[in-house]
């Protein structure tokens, strides 16, 4: 999970001190919005690919048909759900935080924005891939999707501080 806050330090950093030069979006409200907006599609895809898994499994599963809560569920609708859940949460933190991020931060830091919701993407396709081998394997895809986000969520909480002190 270091490693994945590593990279979320790193790939960050890259976007402010690389893409913010040479970012052509504008910091007006609309140009936020709109930022924000293009952003929170990645996590509500991972969210839907996650819904449609299940509901997928379910359609074609006598055992899950009726879903879990008439149902103990196959493991495979557990483990789906599991995701389903997992995801769930994740888009519940992240969504709120990128839309609070492009409107509140600087204009040099939007660039953050899209890069959280590309990892948040990447990190959920490697949660995905690994999550039925364990904590172990999963761990990485887990810190890539959530690590950006507390990066932001900390970053606005700052931000919010020294301007209501300064």
């Not at 995801?87 to 040099?108: G, K, R």
Request: glycine residues 8%.
């Amino acid at each position: 999970m270091a490693s994945a806050l590593a990279t979320a330090i790193v790939v960050f950093t890259l976007a402010v001190t690389i893409v913010s030069p040479a970012w052509n979006v504008g910091s007006d409200p609309t140009s936020r919005i709109a930022l924000a907006s293009w952003a929170v599609l990645l996590p509500a895809a991972t969210l839907f690919v996650c819904i449609a898994r299940l509901a997928a499994h379910r359609f074609f599963t006598p055992e899950d048909i009726h879903g879990s809560g008439l149902t103990g569920g196959t493991e495979r609708a557990k483990l789906l759900q599991s995701l389903l859940q997992n995801t769930l949460e994740q888009c519940c933190l992240a969504i709120p935080v990128y839309l609070a991020t492009a409107i509140l931060a600087p204009a040099s830091l939007l660039p953050v924005v899209p890069t959280a919701a590309v990892m948040f993407l990447v990190g959920r396709g490697l949660f995905f891939v690994g999550y039925a081998q364990g904590a172990p394997s999963r761990a990485y895809g887990f810190a890539l999707t959530f690590y950006p986000t507390l990066l932001l969520l900390v970053l606005l909480l700052v931000l919010g501080a020294f301007r209501a002190t300064g």
